[in-house]
Nanobody, 122 residues
Framework: QVQLEESGGGLVQPGGSLRLSCVTS????????MAWYRQVPGKQREFVAIMDTLGPTINYTESVKGRSFISGDNFKTAVELQMNALKPEDTGVYYC???????????????WGKGTLVAVSS
């Protein structure tokens, strides 16, 4: 099994910045996508940003375009999310996800981290 761990969350005032990191306990044999999601209590988990290795291509949810930027370590062991000009509505638990193959023999699966809390408040 592989473990993903997020870090970099915390309390920040509106307009501030945070850089979230997600590291994997091992490299993947192959990766299809690396992504970030967020969730607020009582609401469904929301897509934030994704890197697709096919192109590669990058997409963001409309609310973070121009403010947040996703990057990866050759899609193997790490994925990061730089967030700028943060707003209260950015508050939530942020999760990283890797969609890929942990070994050559394994089937394709989604792997999730445990989350890191981002709280944007004055």
């Amino acid at each position: 099994q592989v473990q993903l761990e997020e870090s970099g969350g915390g309390l920040v005032q509106p307009g501030g910045s945070l850089r979230l990191s997600c590291v994997t306990s091992r490299g993947f044999f192959s990766v299809a996508t690396m992504a970030w999601y967020r969730q607020v209590p009582g609401k469904q988990r929301e897509f934030v940003a994704i890197m697709d290795t096919l192109g590669p291509t990058i997409n963001y949810t409309e609310s973070v375009k121009g403010r947040s930027f996703i990057s990866g370590d050759n899609f193997k062991t790490a994925v990061e999310l730089q967030m700028n000009a943060l707003k209260p509505e950015d508050t939530g638990v942020y999760y990283c996800k890797v969609d890929g193959w942990i070994t050559e023999r394994a089937g394709r699966m989604d792997y999730w981290g445990k989350g890191t809390l981002v709280a944007v408040s004055s």
